[in-house]
């Protein structure tokens, strides 16, 4: 089970920052990450942490976002900053574990005002 808080309403320029806490040992998981999805869009990368190390971003949020994780506590973060409306969207944390595809939370809403 995942579970993902820490959205809610900023301006344009400001921060938030979101936690999702597992009920299981993250480091059990291949990989964990971070998606959005707006209403009528697929869902899109935000950043994802692959075992061994690599983080990867989506390309609209390098600069601006950092994924971190804290294994002690089964949570990870997203800490987002110089946020602008169109990162507005419902985000998701997701667990994937090789050979049994993705686990996700309910999602945080996050909203940017201009």
């Known amino acids: 089970q995942l579970q993902a808080s820490g959205g809610g309403l900023v301006q344009a320029g400001g921060s938030l920052r979101l936690s999702c806490v597992v009920s299981e040992s993250i480091s059990s998981f291949n990989v964990m990450g971070w998606y959005r999805q707006t209403s009528g869009k697929q869902r899109e990368l935000v950043a994802v942490?692959?075992?061994?190390?690599?983080?990867k971003y989506g390309d609209s949020v390098k600069g601006r976002f950092t994924f971190s994780r804290d294994n002690a506590k089964n949570t990870v973060y997203l800490q987002m900053n110089s946020l602008k409306p169109e990162d507005t969207a419902v985000y998701s944390c997701?667990?994937?574990?090789?050979?049994?595809?993705?686990?996700w939370g309910q999602g945080t809403l996050v909203t940017v005002s201009s």
């Open positions: 942490s692959i075992s061994g190390g690599d983080l």
């Open positions: 997701g667990a994937n574990r090789l050979g049994m595809g993705w686990y």
